[in-house]
Structures are given as C-alpha cells and as structure tokens.
C-alpha cells in the first residue's frame, strides 16, 4: 500500500506524512491492518503526538465506513445473483406435483378484442332484422292525432 499518498489525505505535515508512511513500511503494515489502528497501536509504532494519532484514526475512521460500505454493496450483489439462480428452482418446486409434466407449456394469451367484435357484430345484426320485422307502435297520444292528421293515415 502507498502510505503516503494516504497519509496524505491528513493534515499533517508533508515530512511528518513521510516518516509516518516510513514507520508504517517498515512495520510491514498492509491495508487490512487499518482495521486494528487505535492509539495505543499507533502509540507502539512510534507516534507519540496524540493530535497526530487523532488525524491517523480519523482517516482510518473514514476508510473502515467506505469498506464497510462497499461489503454491503458487494453482499447485496452476490444476495441478487443467488436469488436469480435459485427462484425458478423454489418456484418449480410449488408448483409440480409428483408425477407431473416438469416442462410448462406456455399458453399463448386469449385475444379478447376479436371475440367481442364477433359479439358486437351478431348483436347488431340482430338488432337490425328485429327493427326490418317488428311494425312501430306509437304510444304517445300527442303523436297518434299528428299521425292521423296525415293523409296517409286517413280512411
């Protein structure tokens, strides 16, 4: 790891920065190892300021979070791509029985529109030989005595 460039997201001085990366090299220290910084480790290393200890587990602080942060993403990742291996199988499983076909055939959809169509088409028709066989009949008096005013209607 390059513990200077990290070091250097502190505010510590530019020299400070080098002879903490230094200590931390020569103590053979990797990335993983931030997990286990505190002041008194800190402290054994050789880093005897206490406000320098603050700003190296202050930075340490933010890398747990972002790595804490990125395992979460990461479970949450490998959680989706169990699941989309494992629903069709939970899936098949409640819904064959013994001795059932294991292979679903899909149905195709029913097209509805054609049918009622079909429906509305019958309807009209008979609709309209009804309206051809079936004589009118006038149930308003108002309209009869117009009706029988016309010459048509006259006997």
């Avoid at 930075?59 to 989706?80: C, D, F, P, T, Y």
């Avoid at 195709?108 to 309209?128: C, D, G, I, Q, V």
Wanted: charged residues 25%; contains cysteine.
């Amino acid at each position: 790891m390059d513990w200077c460039s990290w070091l250097s997201k502190t505010s510590l001085e530019h020299s400070l920065v080098h002879e903490y990366a230094l200590t931390f090299a020569h103590n053979e220290l990797v990335q993983d190892d931030i997990v286990y910084f505190n002041h008194e480790f800190l402290q054994s290393m050789g880093i005897n300021i206490a406000k320098h200890r603050q700003e190296i587990l202050k930075l340490a602080k933010k890398e747990k979070k972002s790595r804490s942060s990125r395992n979460h993403i990461l479970g949450l990742i490998v959680a989706i791509k169990q699941a989309k291996k494992l629903l069709p199988e939970r899936l098949n499983m409640w819904t064959c029985r013994q001795g059932s076909i294991s292979n679903f055939a899909v149905a195709p959809l029913r097209n509805y529109s054609t049918r009622w169509k079909a429906a509305m088409l019958k309807r009209n028709t008979k609709l309209a030989t009804a309206k051809q066989e079936t004589p009118r009949v006038v149930h308003n008096e108002g309209m009869l005595k117009r009706l029988k005013g016309m010459q048509c209607f006259k006997t």
